[in-house]
């Protein structure tokens, strides 16, 4: 997906937001801004918006002197999510549909802002709201349809403590499809929050998966970064299951089929997938390029 002009004044606050998290103080926050704006002239719309995400993150540890200033907000949105684990495997051992409501949970991790829950007794609650959440589509039975008979899985993740969420999915999805072989892709080296191989295996997910690297930091999934290990496993996958926003926004023109979970977390990505914002999905891409329906 392309970037819009609306995307611009998102990334000056994308850029805000992420100072915020990464604790700079008021004049590392200026500085950044001020880099962030100057560099916002040589942004080509034809680029997706993790590509400017990948240039502001980039931008924020070098500025906090940190290569993960993200490092301990990461571990304690896996701790939090862990401590809801048995909640979440609970959940899906009583469903009569154990595949759909190890998705419901996946998706759940999406909705769920674990940077503004203080308390596991608040994140709890909020889970079981967004597992009750009416999705606005939900492609489950495509899904299955195609799990029955694939060989290798890859689940591409997303934030770290999402991927607490994606483990309890992905040990649902071994225990009902033995035969298949399970990656799980993290990204090449810190990048806001999102899940890197040190947050996957604190995650647990080594428990059920194999760990790949995309070979990139981008948020997100640019093809002309990814490592030849990440494409191999990318297009021999039987399933390709996607988690995020970020992920969305490069790969929603892949000529392959891939499901996506996310949660739609803003008016252009909302327009573009002609939702309404806030919406909740598992979408099923078939592959090839859409139709862009929006226009400058």
């Known amino acids: 997906m392309r970037s819009y002009l609306e995307c611009i004044p998102c990334f000056m606050s994308q850029a805000l937001r992420a100072a915020r998290i990464a604790q700079l103080d008021d004049e590392q926050t200026l500085k950044l801004l001020r880099i962030v704006g100057g560099k916002i002239k040589d942004i080509q719309l034809s680029d997706p918006p993790p590509k400017t995400g990948k240039m502001i993150y980039s931008l924020v540890a070098e500025i906090s002197g940190k290569r993960d200033p993200y490092e301990e907000v990461k571990r304690e949105h896996i701790e939090f999510a862990l401590k809801m684990l048995p909640f979440m495997e609970g959940y899906i051992r009583d469903a009569p549909d154990p595949v759909d409501a190890a998705m419901r949970v996946a998706a759940a991790g999406n909705i769920i802002d674990l940077g503004a829950r203080k308390t596991v007794e608040n994140v709890q609650k909020v889970l079981e709201d967004a597992l009750t959440l009416k999705h ?52 090449g080296g810190p990048t806001i929050n999102d899940a890197t191989y040190e ?86 891409h078939p592959g090839g390029n859409p139709s862009e329906r929006m226009t400058d």
């Open 136 to 187: 606005r589509r939900w492609d489950i039975d495509q899904l299955k349809s195609v799990l029955a008979d694939a060989g290798k899985i890859l689940v591409l993740g997303d934030n770290a403590g999402e991927t607490v969420f994606d483990f309890a999915m992905m040990k649902t999805l071994r225990r009902v499809y033995p035969e298949a072989e399970i990656f799980f892709s993290v990204r």
């Open 199 to 284: 947050d996957a295996v604190r995650s647990r997910i080594d428990e059920v998966a194999t760990i790949i690297s995309t070979g990139s930091d981008a948020p997100g999934i640019l093809m002309d970064e990814v490592s030849a290990e990440f494409l191999e496993i990318f297009n021999s996958a039987d399933v390709v299951i996607s988690k995020g926003q970020g992920n969305y926004e490069t790969l929603n023109d892949a000529p392959r089929p891939i499901f996506f979970v996310m949660t739609v977390k803003c008016e252009v990505v909302a327009r573009h997938l002609n939702l309404p914002e806030g919406s909740s999905v598992l979408y099923f």
